[in-house]
């Protein structure tokens, strides 16, 4: 892993705001975070035995993750999509393409145009209420090549409890739910297999 340290694009926009200037270890969090969504991805794909062509990083931001993910596959189509137009066209730097999100799922899955082989989403479901995530895992279920995976990461329950009228997650109080019964609604409507 850390072969691929020296490779990885370095500089970090000056509109990044998952970058916190004033904190005195703000590189070494921020490039943490990269290399440890990095190791996830690959340890699922090394157990899956699959090496991505065509990967979707969703919401892509800057490229936190992205680059990484760049510089570990480098023959890959990497297409990076936020809702931040400025977000996705500095991705461009490291050879991502960059493909603009207006929320809407639908719009999204013609924008990129083709099969994706990994979806990898941090945090995304975190930010959205109940249908928006339902409609989250119906454009992951299209997008997908048959044995394509979808790696996404929320930030679980514990984020309900600390919601306050000041700190939202982008939702409405009434948008608050239950994590793990929002997940057994989004695995039934994809008509996905059993959990083990």
Not at 58 to 83: E, H, K, N, W
Not at 112 to 132: C, D, K
Not at 165 to 187: H, M, P, T, W
Request: aromatic letters at 10%.
């Amino acid at each position: 892993m850390n072969g691929i340290l020296p490779i990885v694009f370095g500089a970090i926009s000056e509109k990044d705001n998952m970058f916190l200037r004033d904190d005195v270890n703000a590189y070494e969090k921020y490039f943490g975070i990269g290399l440890n969504a990095l190791m996830v991805i690959n340890n699922i794909l090394n157990k899956y035995n699959l090496v991505p062509k065509t990967i979707l990083d969703l919401p892509s931001g800057f490229g936190r993750v992205t680059r990484f993910i760049r510089a570990a596959y480098p023959c890959s189509a990497i297409f990076a999509s936020d809702i931040n137009v400025q977000a996705v066209r500095f991705c461009s730097n490291f050879d991502a393409i960059p493909v603009y999100s207006s929320g809407n799922f639908i719009d999204l899955k013609s924008a990129i145009g083709v099969e994706i082989n990994l979806v990898w989403t941090g945090s995304l479901i975190t930010h959205l209420p109940e249908s928006a995530t339902i409609e989250y895992f119906k454009f992951i279920s299209q997008i997908l090549t048959p044995n394509g995976l979808a790696i996404m990461t929320s930030h679980g329950e514990s984020i309900v409890d600390k919601m306050t009228d000041d700190c939202l997650y982008g939702l409405k109080k009434n948008e608050a739910i239950n994590g793990s019964s929002l997940f057994q609604v989004g695995r039934a409507n994809l008509s996905l297999p059993p959990m083990r």
